[in-house]
């Protein structure tokens, strides 16, 4: 007999305990609670008919300004995920004293605390979730009525409260976290699994090599005009200027992979066709939101005929 021959307890595993761990792989979503249900809320049309109103109800709000302040642009991600810790907070704090002698007024305070941070903690939601793929939109929109229907059962509970019906304000307060604590399992869900927030173009950089790469003929990307290349797994934003500079950034938009060479470029930026935000050719940096991240920028140079880039970051300490 061969020395290598499997023993009878490798015959065991590769027999048993293999196919079943395979069978359960193979079963997937099917065999995890809530990934399933969570998945299907994208793919519900039926939620369309309050989306789209919805939708352009928010992205025609007077913000100004303040838009790219509630985005987070200043910050440098979501601002979002930073104000939903206070109410949160606040409520579930109220819970916990709910449950203690003597800390009725203690949780009025907190209840009251929670409701006031809902506010800007809402319109950060509303303004970033205008902005969102279809099935996100879906799945934002049960995200947020979760989130109002607990705003509401806690506003019931200090009422109630205020009216000296304690017990009754503390049933509907454990209502509101119940809720709350299901908004925020979507909530999860849709910055997770359907990635809305994190910054898209942030993988450009573990894929790009170090050193100069050559993309293309310099002549083949016109003047004056928005063009593609490909940089191995990454797209790439070609402007040739007419003074003669070349601008290279990765094409794909940092909010949601809008591809930006189809864009528009005016005044020296370029706005990505998909959902407006607008970023510096020159250095990729995002001047206007939804995008809370920069694009990144490449450094370029021709050499014997060809437009060579490379990522400063990735690059080598010699030249």
Same mark, same amino acid.
């Given at each position: 007999?061969?020395?290598?021959?499997?023993?009878?307890?490798?015959?065991?595993?590769?027999?048993?305990?293999?196919?079943?761990?395979?069978?359960?792989?193979?079963?997937?979503?099917?065999?995890?609670?809530?990934?399933?249900? *969570?998945? $299907?809320?994208?793919?519900?049309?039926?939620?369309?008919?309050?989306?789209?109103?919805?939708?352009?109800?928010?992205?025609?709000?007077?913000?100004?300004?303040? $838009?790219?302040?509630?985005?987070?642009?200043? *910050?440098?991600?979501?601002?979002?995920?930073?104000?939903?810790?206070?109410? #949160?907070?606040?409520?579930?704090?109220?819970?916990? *004293?709910?449950?203690?002698?003597?800390?009725?007024?203690?949780?009025?305070?907190?209840?009251?605390?929670? #409701?006031?941070?809902?506010?800007?903690?809402? *319109?950060?939601?509303?303004?970033?979730?205008?902005?969102?793929?279809?099935?996100?939109?879906?799945?934002?929109?049960?995200?947020?009525?979760?989130?109002?229907?607990?705003?509401?059962?806690?506003?019931?509970?200090?009422?109630?409260?205020?009216?000296?019906?304690?017990?009754?304000?503390?049933?509907?307060?454990?209502?509101?976290?119940?809720?709350?604590?299901?908004?925020?399992?979507?909530?999860?869900?849709?910055?997770?699994?359907?990635?809305?927030?994190?910054?898209?173009?942030?993988?450009?950089?573990?894929?790009?090599?170090?050193?100069?790469?050559?993309?293309?003929?310099?002549?083949?990307?016109?003047?004056?005009?928005?063009?593609?290349?490909?940089?191995?797994?990454?797209?790439?934003?070609?402007?040739?200027?007419?003074?003669?500079?070349?601008?290279?950034?990765?094409? $794909?938009?940092?909010h949601q992979s809008g591809p930006l060479?189809?864009?528009?470029?005016?005044?020296?930026?370029?706005?990505?066709?998909?959902?407006?935000?607008?970023?510096?050719?020159?250095?990729?940096?995002?001047?206007?939101?939804?995008?809370?991240?920069?694009?990144?920028?490449?450094?370029?140079?021709? $050499?014997?005929?060809?437009?060579?880039?490379?990522?400063?970051?990735?690059?080598?300490?010699?030249?």
């Open positions: 007999m061969s020395s290598d021959a499997p023993s009878s307890e490798t015959e065991s595993y590769e027999t048993l305990e293999r196919p079943r761990a395979v069978r359960a792989a193979e079963s997937g979503l099917a065999k995890l609670p809530l990934a399933g249900p *969570l998945d $299907r809320l994208g793919t519900l049309r039926a939620l369309d008919t309050a989306v789209s109103p919805l939708q352009n109800a928010v992205q025609k709000l007077p913000l100004g300004g303040l $838009r790219d302040v509630l985005h987070g642009r200043w *910050l440098g991600h979501p601002l979002h995920p930073a104000l939903v810790q206070l109410p #949160i907070g606040a409520w579930m704090s109220a819970g916990v *004293l709910d449950m203690l002698p003597g800390t009725r007024r203690a949780s009025r305070v907190l209840i009251g605390t929670g #409701i006031l941070a809902s506010i800007p903690a809402a *319109l950060s939601g509303s303004v970033d979730w205008a902005e969102l793929h279809k099935p996100q939109l879906r799945t934002g929109l049960v995200h947020g009525a979760a989130n109002t229907v607990a705003l509401g059962l806690y506003a019931a509970s200090l009422a109630a409260r205020a009216r000296g019906r304690e017990y009754r304000g503390r049933v509907l307060g454990f209502a509101g976290l119940t809720v709350a604590g299901a908004g925020a399992m979507v909530g999860g869900h849709l910055a997770y699994r359907q990635a809305v927030g994190p910054n898209k173009a942030e993988p450009v950089q573990h894929l790009v090599g170090k050193g100069w790469h050559p993309v293309g003929k310099a002549d083949s990307f016109p003047v004056g005009q928005a063009s593609n290349a490909t940089l191995g797994e990454v797209a790439l934003l070609v402007y040739r200027e007419p003074s003669g500079e070349t601008r290279v950034l990765a094409d $794909r938009c940092s060479s189809q864009g528009t470029v005016a005044d020296g930026c370029v706005t990505c066709p998909w959902h407006g935000s607008t970023f510096r050719l020159v250095d990729g940096w995002n001047v206007g939101g939804p995008a809370t991240a920069p694009q990144p920028c490449f450094e370029s140079r021709v $050499r014997e005929g060809f437009l060579e880039v490379r990522l400063p970051d990735a690059a080598p300490d010699e030249d």
